[in-house]
């Protein structure tokens, strides 16, 4: 039987990259400890900022809400409902329960008043829902960041996400992608800061802590994230780390001190979108672009 390393008790989970074991108490005190220290490491944001954290009901991004609200930050919750049937429903419920257990204030956009819901715009489309989901989401993060004065946007992307990530704009060598994949994307050219504290941070190791902590979270994927080649990419990246621990951190942070420094340059020149403002690299934004689209099938029906 393993002990904490801390403080003797029986352990409740042994962490094979850093070849320590912790009891409840001292994991919860870990954590917060280690999301601090990469928020101040990365200088993502201090005590004057005000956080947006973008919350989907899943373990990860409730569990940055609640430590970020532990350690006396001002966060507050943005949720965009996607109306995806009941997976969208259950998810809202559990992000509005949690928001109104801790007193904390929740801002919700529902997709369907903006655009249209997921299904509705993947049926018009006629491609993978991921193709643009990921677009919408990235625009109202920033657009309501900007129009309620949050300073920084918070997700809570965590390690296997980013290092699934890496692994395969490296395959495909996506230097664009590759320029712009930092845990602090800074403020500028119509955009907020952007910060991911949780990605030195395992999915295991934000499930532990969201359980440990008591906090109800959605297990269920998104219905329409089956197939999708990041999940492959987990899966491998995930079977090379169970041989050799630590693999994923070492990859990731690798990358940042060695190649990001050199991608840094050439990047696209931002400009506002002449319809809706928000910064592009076009003259008209990629969602005002979804949305003349769906506008003109709409009355081509």
């Not at 109104?100 to 491609?127: G, Q």
């Not at 657009?143 to 965590?158: D, L, M, P």
């Not at 712009?180 to 910060?195: A, C, D, H, N």
Request: hydrophobic share 35%.
């Amino acid at each position: 039987m393993r002990r904490c390393y801390k403080c003797g008790q029986k352990a409740v989970v042994y962490l094979r990259q850093y070849r320590i074991a912790f009891c409840k108490e001292h994991y919860l005190e870990w954590y917060l400890k280690r999301v601090q220290e990469t928020i101040k490491e990365f200088r993502m944001f201090g005590k004057e900022d005000r956080v947006l954290v973008a919350i989907s009901g899943g373990k990860d991004s409730l569990s940055l809400w609640d430590a970020l609200y532990k350690l006396g930050y001002e966060a507050d919750g943005f949720y965009i409902d996607l109306g995806i049937g009941n997976y969208s429903r259950r998810s809202r419920e559990v992000c509005e329960k949690f928001a109104r257990e801790r007193s904390l204030k929740l801002h919700v956009v529902e997709l369907s008043k903006e655009i249209a819901t997921i299904p509705e715009i993947r049926e018009k489309e006629k491609r993978p829902a991921c193709s643009f989901c990921g677009q919408i989401k990235r625009y109202y993060m920033n657009h309501v960041a900007k129009k309620e004065g949050y300073s920084v946007v918070a997700t809570g992307h965590n390690l296997d996400d980013e290092s699934a990530t890496l692994f395969s704009n490296v395959l495909s060598w996506n230097m664009d992608y590759l320029s712009r994949q930092f845990p602090v994307l800074l403020e500028g050219e119509g955009f907020v800061r952007k910060v991911k504290p949780l990605f030195k941070f395992t999915e295991k190791e934000n499930a532990l802590y969201a359980f440990l902590s008591g906090i109800e979270f959605v297990e269920e994927e998104c219905p329409f994230s089956e197939g999708a080649s990041s999940i492959e990419y987990k899966r491998i990246l995930s079977e090379i780390e169970e041989k050799s621990p630590g693999t994923k951190l070492r990859f990731y942070m690798d990358f940042l001190r060695r190649m990001h420094p050199i991608l840094q340059q050439d990047k696209a020149q931002l400009n506002p979108c002449k319809v809706c403002g928000e910064p592009t690299s076009s003259e008209v934004c990629s969602i005002c672009r979804l949305r003349e689209r769906l506008s003109s099938k709409a009355l081509s029906f």
